[in-house]
């Protein structure tokens, strides 16, 4: 079973627009952590957030904002007045707490075209 | 810092090949790991690694090796290059365990195998 899901395969948007990147998880453990990665057409993957599960409280930072859920099981990226350099592959991640190592499960990801 | 570095950046093997993709991290830290990115797919885990002399697999670990003889550097190993094995690789670290402390990538290899 998919622990990440990014129902959006690829969205598209004009410039200025707001846009929301949808992601799900799954998990029975009560500690886990949320990530959101970008990865522009350059190809490297740029880490723009963590979150563990006992954190619930929203995030803003600059044009970028997040909005965990755990009713839903939700980690939603939004994107406040868009621009062309947002384009790029949007990457949600879980990893569960272990011992050893907690491993890092990977959404299919969303690919967001800004159009000028 | 230069932060986790990859090379090659681009590949090409013929089937049956063998060749290992170099990656090193100058932070100093303790957790590595392998991962492939296939079309369409997030990242799936190869192989990874809590310290020096450490590894264990992951979720795709077949066809490849690694090993860990220093903190900076974990390279994998590709034994007999297939055509399945065509994908786009990326090395990350981590101080301490994923989670409690952000993973950071490096650039990537594109390989591909004919």
């Known amino acids: 079973a998919q622990k990440v899901t990014q129902a959006q395969t690829e969205i598209s948007v004009v410039e200025k627009e707001d846009v929301t990147l949808d992601c799900v998880y799954e998990t029975r453990d009560t500690t886990y952590y949320l990530f959101w990665y970008k990865q522009p057409p350059s190809g490297e993957l740029v880490f723009l957030i963590r979150r563990n599960s006992f954190d619930e409280q929203n995030e803003i930072s600059g044009r970028y904002s997040w909005n965990f859920q755990k009713s839903t099981s939700s980690f939603n990226f939004t994107i406040t007045a868009s621009q062309v350099v947002d384009s790029a592959v949007y990457f949600c991640a879980l990893s569960e707490d272990r011992d050893n190592f907690n491993k890092f499960y990977f959404g299919s990801g969303t690919k967001l075209n800004v159009k000028p | 810092n230069a932060g986790v570095t990859q090379t090659p950046k681009f590949q090409v093997l013929k089937t049956g090949q063998s060749m290992t993709l170099q990656c090193a991290q100058d932070m100093n830290h303790e957790y590595m790991s392998w991962y492939r990115q296939d079309p369409g797919m997030g990242l799936r885990l190869i192989h990874y690694s809590v310290g020096a002399g450490i590894t264990d697999q992951g979720e795709v670990p077949n066809g490849y090796n690694v090993s860990r003889s220093t903190t900076e550097d974990f390279p994998l190993r590709l034994l007999s290059a297939a055509p399945s094995q065509t994908s786009v690789y990326f090395c990350?670290?981590?101080?301490?365990?994923?989670?409690?402390?952000?993973?950071?990538f490096g650039p990537g290899t594109r390989l591909l195998v004919l």
């Open positions: 990350a670290s981590s101080y301490g365990n994923i989670g409690a402390e952000t993973q950071y």
